[in-house]
């Protein structure tokens, strides 16, 4: 497995690993990522906001995941978001969701970022046990305003 910097070639292939995953879940609903049209036009998102989405790519070239950073509106001087982390069912359990959190990690700090902050559900409980694990912290309510109200937990990291 590699991990790169999206292309917009890559637009579809992540947004149907991003939406599969919620359906797969059962959260494939109005006020999450699946709804949101951006989903569909990624690179175009992360170039314009001139913040990097990472590509996890399999050795077939095949997109098997991603994760990014976005300047979300509202976020408190220094926060960036941790946005979009969807790994396909055949790339998780190895350790890639931590790698491409890491990675976020330190280009937020590189970009001069102080916290990360994430909005995720309670229902993909198996994520929000890797989000403990490195080392982020639940939250009572939502900073900033990214319009997916169906997110009902909130976590962030001191970096």
């Given at each position: 497995m590699k991990i790169r910097l999206i292309q917009k070639n890559?637009?579809?292939a992540i947004a149907s690993v991003i939406k599969r995953s919620l359906e797969e879940f059962g959260v494939a609903r109005a006020g999450t990522v699946?709804?949101?049209e951006s989903t569909n036009s990624l690179f175009e998102l992360f170039n314009e906001a001139?913040?990097?989405?990472?590509i996890l790519i399999d050795d077939n070239n095949k997109v098997v995941g991603g994760c990014g950073l976005y300047k979300t509106e509202?976020?408190?001087q220094g926060y960036v978001e941790?946005?979009?982390l969807y790994i396909a069912p055949e790339a998780r359990g190895k350790g890639y969701g931590e790698q491409l959190?890491?990675?976020c990690f330190e280009q937020a700090k590189?970009?001069?970022f102080t916290h990360v902050y994430l909005e995720t559900l309670h229902e993909l409980s198996f994520a929000v046990k890797l989000y403990e694990k490195v080392g982020l912290d639940q939250l009572k309510g939502a900073l900033g305003s990214s319009g997916h109200f169906a997110c009902s937990l909130w976590m962030e990291?001191?970096?």
């Open positions: 890559d637009n579809a699946y709804t949101d001139q913040l990097p989405y990472n509202g976020l408190p941790v946005v979009k959190l890491y990675l590189d970009a001069g990291k001191k970096l």
